[in-house]
């Protein structure tokens, strides 16, 4: 006798399988270190309130945060590697919002 599966068993059957996979590929955040970019020089506050967070970020995380300072240009150097590293979440900037703007209008200018 022919069993006929309903539009919707099968529909659960397919998107538990697709979700399995997809947790079989996935990789644990972060799983190499991940580095705060400070686009200043070291020895200013930023680069201390950097290395404050840092240390616990890394406990939290299981992985080590690094510390990089990139100084010069107004933060312009800095924010330039940030932006053209991958965005994967292991290069992140820590400067001010004045920053990203200035950059982000540089950009349109360019064009």
Do not use: W
Not at 6 to 26: E, I, W, Y
Not at 89 to 99: A, D, E, H, R, T
């Amino acid at each position: 006798m022919l069993r006929l599966y309903k539009p919707k068993h099968l529909l659960c059957c397919m998107s538990g399988s697709t979700l399995a996979c997809a947790a079989f590929g996935a990789d644990t955040y972060p799983s190499k270190p991940v580095t705060i970019l400070v686009p200043y020089p070291a020895g200013g506050l930023s680069d201390v309130l950097a290395r404050i967070v840092a240390k616990p970020l890394g406990d939290r995380l299981g992985q080590p945060v690094v510390v990089e300072n990139s100084g010069g240009a107004a933060g312009a150097i800095g924010v330039q590697k940030v932006l053209a590293s991958p965005a994967d979440g292991y290069c992140v900037l820590q400067g001010s919002p004045s920053s990203l703007v200035r950059q982000s209008g540089n950009q349109v200018q360019e064009r």
